[in-house]
Structure formats: C-alpha cells, structure tokens
C-alpha cells in the first residue's frame, strides 16, 4: 500500500538542480575524501529527532498505543501523522503527552484538501500541531495538462487557510517534482511550485532522500529559497540513483546507505529547519528506528 491510499484511508476512518552526476558526487561515496570541504566540525546535532509514523504503520494498526510507546522508548521526542486508525485526535493527544511526545505535524491526503480543510485544521488545533502537509499527487492528475497548477492552486488556496487559523501549509515530495514536466515545458515540477506560489503560504518539507535519489541537490535549494523548508525527512538509500519502485531492496536505516548526511546537514543552515523526521518506507519494525535514532543521536557536524 502506497503512501496516498494509506493517509487518504486511514483519515476517512476518523531546473534549479545541479546535474545528478555532480550532486551523487557530492552526496555518495567515501566521505572521508571530502573532509576537507566540510566546515570545521562543531557540536551541531540533529534535534529534536522525531518520527513520521507511516513508517511503524503496519504496527500502527494492530497496536496502536503499544506503537506509540515503543516509539517514545526509543528516545523520539517527535511524531508526524500519517492517520488516527479510528482514534480521535482528542484520544491521541493523550496518548503521545502520556509519553512526552510532541506532533507538530500531520501528513493529509489531497483528496482531504480539497474538500475538508476546516475539519483537518480542527484537528490540528486539538493535536497542537502547527504544520499541515499535502503527502502525494496522483500520477493522473500529475500528467494532465493542467494538473501540476491545479496542485499549486490548491496548495495557495489552502495555505491561505491554514494561516488564517494559525498553521504552516507544506508540500511533501518525492522523486517526481524532480523530473523535467512536458506540461511545464520541461520545468521541474518543484520549481514551479517554489515559483508560483506565496512563500507565506506554501512552504516544503523535503524528503532528503527522494530529493537525492532523482539527482536534485537541496543545498541548492535552501539557499536559493532561505526559509522555506522548515521541515526535513530522512532516510537512507543504498548506491546511486533508481526509482521508487526500488524502495523494497534500496531503501535503509538512516547512516547505513550511501547518502552522506554530515555534508548535508552541515551545509544546510538556509533552511531554517525546524523538524527533523525519519521515516523508512520499508522498515520491518522497531529495530529500524531505533537504528536510525541511535544514528542521528551520536552524530556531529
């Protein structure tokens, strides 16, 4: 089950890139001969480390607050929604503060946007949360002629929304906005939306490693766009380039692919990230996260 049916089902229950060889030769490989590029090392940290819950959420449905549990003994101090799997947002609450955990953010179907923006900002005032995130565009809609502007209409449209009601609208990509969009003329998908829409209203929460894998640099995003990508995820990815399709044998604990985080991270300061999520769309259980919490916990940049 991919990402969009599993949010959508789960809620209605309750050109700017560098050339890929150049941005893999930056990010992959041994890191030890770039020492030298990066700044002097400081007691930088990745903080706070939180998790986006889509990837426990096999375990999410059949225990739902054992899950949550687990997740806080592991040390995360943050969790992204990916679904309440029928609990009320009033019910989850409890559960993560039980736990001492936080949710800043949710991930929300595009169907749901269109339709169902007061009751998802509703939501998000009960769970605390300040971000909203659109997760997946249909790949119908994606290659429709006018597709990719209806997505930025809609995203301007509920951002407007959103901050009205005091919280951050944001955009979630994938490998997709990074190749070149016949309809656009050619235009990367992901620069048109950073383009065409009020940087207020519509802000990005990069995924690290579909970014890497399409062969995009974000560096190059965070500093031509200072500021509007308050979120990150993290995950690894095993050699270089493939698609999504490879997620099932390529896809890795954070630290233990070939994405070289520590060039990354501390070059990123543009950015202004606020959140750090990981997330393993083809994690197998609690042993991954905690792989990949321990990770970023001893890392330095």
């Keep these: 089950m991919n990402r969009r049916t599993f949010i959508g089902t789960s809620l209605a229950a309750t050109g700017l890139a560098a050339s890929p060889l150049a941005w893999a030769e930056s990010v992959f490989g041994n890191s030890a001969s770039r020492a030298s590029s990066w700044p002097a090392e400081a007691d930088h940290r990745v903080s706070p480390i939180g998790l986006q ?38 019910d989850v609450r409890a559960m993560l503060d039980s736990h001492g955990l936080g949710s800043p953010s949710s991930h929300i179907d595009y169907k749901v946007w269109e339709t169902s923006v007061p009751s998802i900002v509703e939501n998000a005032h009960i769970m605390g949360q300040k971000y909203l995130v659109c ?10 002629p006018d597709g990719w502007k209806r997505a930025a209409d809609l995203f301007s449209h509920a951002g407007e929304q959103c901050k009205k009601a005091g919280i951050q609208f944001c955009y979630h990509n994938h490998t997709f906005e990074f190749q070149p969009s016949a ?9 048109f939306f950073l383009e065409n829409t009020d940087p207020s209203l519509v802000k990005m929460e990069m995924d690290l ?11 190059a995003y965070f500093n031509k ?28 604990d954070v630290g233990q692919g070939s994405i070289d985080w520590k060039h990354i991270l501390a070059n990123s300061g543009q950015a202004d990230i606020q959140h750090y999520f990981v997330e393993n769309d083809a994690a197998k259980g609690i042993d991954d996260i905690r792989i990949s919490y321990k990770y970023l916990s001893d890392l330095r940049y």
């Design 183 to 191: 309809t656009l003329g050619g235009k990367l998908p992901y620069d």
């Design 225 to 252: 766009y200072p500021g509007r990508f308050p979120m990150v995820h993290l995950k690894d990815w095993k050699g270089q380039g493939g698609t999504m399709a490879d997620q099932s044998t390529r896809m890795a």
């Design 135 to 144: 997760a997946w565009i249909e790949e119908t809609q994606r290659n429709a």
């Design 209 to 219: 490693c579909w970014i890497t894998v399409a062969g995009g640099d974000p560096l």
């Design 53 to 90: 819950l889509y990837t426990v959420r096999g375990l999410m449905k059949t225990d739902f607050a054992g899950t949550i549990a687990k997740v806080a003994a592991v040390g995360y101090k943050e969790v992204e929604m990916a679904g309440y799997f029928d609990h009320s947002p009033k």
